[in-house]
């Protein structure tokens, strides 16, 4: 019985000892693959010139390109992931509110194959449009997602209650603009576009100007 | 005066002749070598503001958002294209020693002096959803959406690992669920028995929304970047 239970006792910690030693190697191969592109980044950074004169000149040159990236005055963020828009600058932030995204998700055309990904986009762009009581004019999807033939008169396509009271344009079709489903606020719901509540709205838009830089993450 | 009395004068004369000499051929050369130990402090801090600018401008280069470690500010942020756009103090958890920031800080720039590192793996132990099932399956069919898409996790407690047994532990004031209590058991035991080994693991606190989001972003491979204290 005794030798029982110490053949147990050695052949259980003998299995911890080998379930953390498969552990560690796995996290080790890990470590490597994820480790290429920053050792890329870092390998490729030039060095500082021995002279003291050229250094400094050097090292005055990066941060002044580095400078002449970071915005200047105010700039909008936008979080997708915890649905959040907020102005800022570099030292605070100046508003801060909720919003909804896009959803991710995908519409196909059976008919024509065209398909459809409902993502906001990541990157830096600038506002530029600043609209008063925008018109929607809906794309195809909206009426391929409501099961609904696309028409052929133009006029059709219009819809004044959609996107609120403003609509500020960064690119590409892309909107920031109001809704009048304010309780799907704060959820990854839309087509790409962000949409705020009404007075979150209105503050962006009186606060902000054609060119000012928005950041998507 | 006697001779004997004369030669001790004498051996006492040389004597402190001999240790102001020492002392004045001391006094010239100390300066010297704080000078060459300055200057090249100056170059080494140079060279290191250097690569950390050239670093963020080749992480700025791109159009992806990175992690910064802002030590001397006691900040961590996220930044894209140099401009932060998410930031929160870095603000220990309950439990943890004050020590603990400047020691993660330490480990993390290493022997090498490094100043960019890549995440290698997170792990969420609990989390809350952030919209109830029932109501998310509602705005779902409304909207035509994947209602798996729409939710969100806020977490309650995670752990972002950067290799060589660096860790952050981050913890919201929400109360989530685990999403399997036995793997939880198992990474809990596992830094347990590690940690006296080397790993350096700091135990921070953060807003849930703050913590939603660090928790989205830190996928494999997202780059750190570490200002440090020195």
């Given at each position: 019985m005794r030798i029982f239970r110490i053949i147990m006792a050695v052949l259980i910690i003998a299995a911890i000892i080998v379930f953390f030693i498969i552990d560690s190697k796995k996290g080790k191969e890990e470590y490597i693959i994820t480790h290429t592109d920053t050792d890329k980044i870092e390998s490729q950074i030039p060095k500082l010139p021995e002279d003291q004169k050229a250094a400094t000149a050097e090292l005055n040159k990066a941060k002044k390109a580095l400078k002449k990236i970071k915005p200047v005055k105010s700039y909008i963020v936008i979080?997708?992931?915890a649905n959040i828009l907020s102005l800022r600058t570099e030292e605070k932030v100046l508003f801060k509110g909720n919003c909804s995204t896009g959803s991710g998700g995908e519409l196909v055309d059976s008919l024509t194959g065209r398909k459809w990904v409902f993502n906001t986009p990541k990157g830096?762009?600038?506002?530029?449009?600043?609209?008063?009581?925008p018109w929607w004019r809906k794309p195809d999807w909206a009426f391929l997602e409501e099961k609904?033939?696309?028409?052929?008169?133009?006029n059709s396509r219009y819809d004044p209650e959609m996107l609120g009271e403003y609509a500020m344009g960064f690119g590409n079709g892309y909107f920031i603009h109001g809704t009048i489903y304010e309780r799907l606020i704060g959820v990854s719901v839309t087509h790409g576009c962000v949409r705020l509540g009404t007075d979150d709205l209105k503050y962006i838009?009186?606060?902000i100007n054609i060119g000012t830089p928005v950041y998507i993450f | 005066m006697s001779k004997i009395r004369l030669k001790k004068l004498s051996l006492g004369v040389l004597s402190v002749a001999s240790v102001m000499i020492m002392m004045s051929c001391r006094d010239e050369t100390a300066p010297s070598t704080d000078k060459s130990a300055d200057t090249s402090d100056k170059r080494a801090a140079m060279e290191e503001e250097y690569q950390l600018t050239q670093l963020e401008l080749a992480l700025a280069n791109t159009a992806k958002s990175y992690l910064v470690f802002d030590m001397p500010a006691n900040k961590i942020e996220i930044r894209l294209k140099g401009a932060v756009v998410w930031e929160y103090p870095i603000t220990l958890d309950d439990d943890e020693?004050?020590?603990?920031?400047s020691a993660f800080g330490k480990a993390?720039?290493?022997g090498k002096g490094q100043l960019l590192r890549p995440i290698t793996d997170k792990y969420l132990f609990e989390a809350s959803d952030k919209t109830s099932d029932s109501v998310l399956a509602i705005i779902a069919d409304a909207v035509n959406a994947n209602p798996s898409l729409l939710q969100r996790k806020i977490p309650e407690h995670f752990f972002v690992d950067w290799g060589d047994g660096l860790k952050l532990y981050i913890r919201s004031n929400v109360t989530g669920t685990a999403a399997s209590p036995?793997?939880?058991t198992y990474m809990r035991w596992k830094d347990k028995f590690k940690a006296p080994f080397g790993e350096t693991y700091l135990h921070i606190?953060?807003?849930?929304?703050g913590a939603l989001t660090l928790y989205r972003v830190a996928e494999k491979g997202y780059p750190t970047l570490l200002i440090p204290k020195h």
């Open positions: 979080d997708t992931h830096v762009f600038k506002v530029n449009s600043k609209l008063t009581d609904e033939d696309i028409p052929n008169d133009e838009f009186k606060n | 020693d004050s020590a603990a920031i993390f720039y290493g036995l793997k939880n606190k953060l807003e849930p929304e």
